[in-house]
């Protein structure tokens, strides 16, 4: 389905659920506002034919930072795919819009040579439930390790210490996978989807909260090579041959 470049200083971000509107590319396009703020130009590849994320680069005035949209769910006879996929060579962070339904083919592509896969999740018993399924098939399907520390899920439009968001933290700590940021239900998120913007692009008292749940995923996210040596430390501690000899029976 897609082309992404095979890149060492890339991290190519994945935003995926298919549940719709669980705040896939609101969560896409202000994380690309905040790495447009910070530069290098970050680029949005929009998977779903909705086209939301395009639609909201489109929106973008030229005075603010430049975010490079990929049209990746537009396919013409006229353009080759690897054209239309293109990333600028001085793009550092590649966000991929995911579309509503995924076939596994598609799941395993979408997926590859991904360093972070972002599951926003609405903390809703029938989100809760799409969202397992969803995380099921990001292990299962398309062979996320759990342990790379590539996948992270954010609870987005919810109030802290709710009992949902209890269940849906008890289920992800069965499985091991963190919860970087809660997300507040917050018009500042709406407002800011109107006017091509990102919250980071407001004015910075109106949004202190919602930026401060933002920057925890911002840094979770440029922390994307220190969790790959991390995996790189475990897998040579145990291929080492002293684990070796320690795993032997007797
Ligand atoms: N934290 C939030 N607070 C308020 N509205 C939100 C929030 N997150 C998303 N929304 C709104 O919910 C709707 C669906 O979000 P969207 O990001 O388009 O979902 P998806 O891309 O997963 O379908 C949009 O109208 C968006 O503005
Ligand atoms: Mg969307």
Known sequence: MLITPNRQDLNKIVVINPKGGCGKTTLSTNLAACFAKRGPIPAIMDCD????????????????PPIHG???FKRTMQAT?????????????LIVDSP?????E?????????????????PSSIDIHAASRCIADLLLVAKIDRRDQKLAVVANRTRKNTKSL???????DSLGIPIIAVLRDSQN????AEDGIGICEMQPHKVKKDME????????????QNRRYQTADKSTIEQSPNVTLLRKPG
């Open 106 to 122: 598609d799941l395993r592509e979408v997926t590859r040579d991904a360093n972070s896969i972002l599951v926003p999740v609405l």
């Open 70 to 72: 990929i049209a990746a």
């Open 166 to 172: 209890q269940k849906l933290m008890r289920f992800l």
């Open 49 to 64: 034919p909705q086209g939301s994320s395009m639609t909201w680069i489109e929106r973008r005035q030229d005075s603010r």
């Open 213 to 224: 749940q933002l920057e925890k995923i911002v840094e979770w996210l440029n922390d994307w």
């Open 81 to 93: 795919r690897s054209w239309q996929l293109r990333v600028p060579q001085e793009t550092k962070n």
């Open 100 to 104: 509503a339904s995924l076939s596994h």
């Open 189 to 192: 998120f709406v407002h800011a």
